[in-house]
C-alpha cells in the first residue's frame, strides 16, 4: 500500500489540497478549490487517518506500470519541454522538441540510462550524449566533438538528460517505500490515468535515487510535486509535471517505440564522425568580477515587458543597484521580498534599483512573473552584449553603482545574510 504520513500540525494549511479526483489544486497554482462539503469533511477524516481512501486497483496499476519500465531495455521518442514561472500556469520558455534515444543500463547507478539526443533541425545527426563514463557534444558546424569525463564535476548530480522512464520508475519506488511526508492521488480520464505525488518540507529532485537539495533560499515549508500522466493502453507514461517553489517543469513524449526484447548496449565512439577530432571539455573559470569594481558601468539600453526602452543613463537617482536574474533561479526568487522592501523603503531617497532578466526570451512570460510578484522597480530584458560588458556568468548577481555610474560593489548569489551588507553599502553611497 501506498504510504501516507499523518501531518504535523503545521501541515493543516495544507489539508486543503486535493484528494479526491474532483478536487482543484490551489496552494500552487491559485486557483479557487471547489469543493462539495461533504467531500472536504471526508478528505480531513482521511487525512487524519492516516488514509486516503483509495482502492488496491490504482496502486496495483502503478506496480504494473513500474513493471513495464523495468522491462524496457531501449527506446526513441521525441520529448517536448517547457518550464514556467513560481505559481504560473503559463510557459515562460519556448517549448523544445528533440528526439532522444536511450539505452538502459543498471550499472549506471547515478542516471540508469545511457542517451542520444539529436539535433531539431536534423534528426539523423546526434548532438550530444551520456555514456555512463563521461557525455560528449558533437559540433557539426566546426566539426569536432568535445567529452567531458567528469573529472571536475561539483554537483551532487550529473548535469546530463535524466530520461522520464527513469525518473518515473524511481517515483513510483520512491512512493512506496518512503516515510517521508507524502500525499498521493490519482484522477482517471478514461484512457488515461493521472498520478500526483505531493512531497512535503523537501526540495527532491528525481534520479536513479530520489536526491535531496538544501540550502539557505529553499523554503523550510518547500512542497515538491510530481504529476504523471499514463496511458492505459500500454500503463506507460507520456506526460509529466515536476513542480518545486521556484520552477514547473512540463515534459512530454511523441512517437514513442519500446524495446522489450534484446539488450541494448550503447558505445559513444560508434556515434563520433571519423574525421572528427575529440577534444576534453575543460571547465572554464568564471570570469572575475571583482576586475570591474571601480570602473564606469558599461551604458546599456534594454526592453521592459511592455517594450519600452529604459537606459542607465536615464536613471537621475544618486545610487543605482543592478541585480542580473533569472525566471527559475531559486536564489533570484528569494530576494524578491527583500528587493521589494528595499525599495519601499527607500523610496523617498535618491536611490533605484532595475532587476534585468538574464535566462528567459518569452517576453509574455516574463509579464506574467512580474504581475505576480508584484515588482515595484523595473524589470528589464538583457542582451548578450549587456551580459558580456558585465561578465554575467551566473545569477542572482548584484552591482552597486555610484552617482558618477562607477561600479562600488559587486556581490554574486543571494542569501538573507547579504541584506545587511547591502543596505550598508547603499547608505554609504547616499
Avoid at 467531500?39 to 513495464?68: V, Y
Avoid at 500503463?235 to 512530454?252: D, G, V
Avoid at 544618486?318 to 533561479?329: E, P
Wanted: glycine share 4%; proline share 3%; aromatic share 12%.
Amino acid at each position: 500500500m501506498l504510504k501516507h504520513q499523518s501531518f504535523a500540525k503545521k501541515h493543516l494549511s495544507n489539508l486543503l489540497f486535493p484528494i479526491f479526483n474532483h478536487f482543484t489544486i490551489a496552494a500552487m497554482t491559485g486557483l479557487h478549490l471547489k469543493i462539495s462539503n461533504s467531500l472536504f469533511l471526508l478528505s480531513i477524516i482521511s487525512l487524519l487517518l492516516g488514509s486516503c481512501g483509495k482502492n488496491d486497483g490504482e496502486e496495483a496499476f502503478l506496480s504494473r506500470a513500474s513493471d513495464h519500465l523495468g522491462a524496457i531495455k531501449s527506446a526513441t521518442y521525441l520529448i517536448t519541454t517547457v518550464s514556467s514561472a513560481p505559481g504560473d500556469t503559463a510557459k515562460f520558455s519556448e517549448p523544445r522538441t528533440g528526439k532522444i534515444d536511450i539505452y538502459i543500463n543498471p550499472e549506471d547507478t547515478l542516471i540508469g540510462a545511457s542517451s542520444v539526443r539529436y539535433m531539431l533541425e536534423d534528426s539523423t545527426r546526434e548532438e550530444w550524449y551520456y555514456d555512463g563514463i563521461s557525455r560528449g557534444l558533437i559540433n557539426w558546424e566546426k566539426q569536432y566533438v568535445k567529452v567531458d569525463s567528469f573529472q571536475d564535476h561539483p554537483y551532487p548530480f550529473r548535469l546530463v538528460y535524466y530520461p522520464m522512464y527513469v525518473k518515473v520508475k524511481e517515483i513510483i519506488k520512491y512512493a512506496f517505500t518512503t516515510k517521508d511526508s507524502i500525499q498521493t492521488e490519482f484522477h482517471d480520464f478514461g484512457d488515461s490515468l493521472r498520478f500526483r505525488l505531493s512531497i512535503f518540507d523537501k526540495h527532491i529532485y528525481f534520479h536513479t535515487k530520489p536526491v535531496v537539495i538544501r540550502n539557505d533560499y529553499i523554503p523550510e515549508d518547500e512542497i515538491t510535486r510530481f504529476e504523471i500522466w499514463f496511458r492505459k493502453s500500454d500503463e506507460l507514461p507520456y506526460r509529466m509535471r515536476s513542480q518545486w517553489h521556484h520552477l514547473t517543469l512540463f515534459e512530454e513524449i511523441t512517437k514513442a517505440r519500446v524495446n522489450t526484447s534484446k539488450e541494448v548496449k550503447f558505445v559513444a565512439t560508434d556515434i563520433f564522425p571519423n574525421d572528427f577530432p575529440i577534444a576534453q571539455f575543460t571547465r572554464e573559470a568564471r570570469k572575475d568580477h571583482s576586475v570591474l569594481e571601480g570602473q564606469v558601468a558599461a551604458d546599456w539600453r534594454l526592453k521592459d515587458v511592455d517594450g519600452n526602452e529604459v537606459g542607465l543613463k536615464d536613471l537621475d537617482s544618486k545610487v543605482v543597484m543592478i541585480q542580473f536574474t533569472g525566471v527559475g533561479c531559486g536564489p533570484c526568487h528569494h530576494s524578491l521580498p527583500f528587493l521589494k522592501k528595499l525599495v519601499n523603503d527607500y523610496q523617498h531617497k535618491s536611490f533605484e534599483l532595475v532587476a534585468i532578466e538574464t535566462w528567459s526570451n518569452n517576453m509574455e512570460g516574463l509579464r506574467r512573473y512580474q504581475e505576480r510578484n508584484e515588482f515595484n522597480f523595473k524589470f528589464l530584458k538583457t542582451t548578450e552584449r549587456v551580459s558580456n560588458d558585465y561578465r554575467v556568468q551566473a545569477v542572482p548577481a548584484f552591482f552597486i553603482l555610484d552617482e558618477d555610474r562607477v561600479i562600488r560593489k559587486i556581490l554574486t548569489g543571494y542569501s538573507e545574510a547579504m541584506n545587511e551588507e547591502i543596505v550598508g553599502i547603499i547608505n554609504s553611497l547616499l
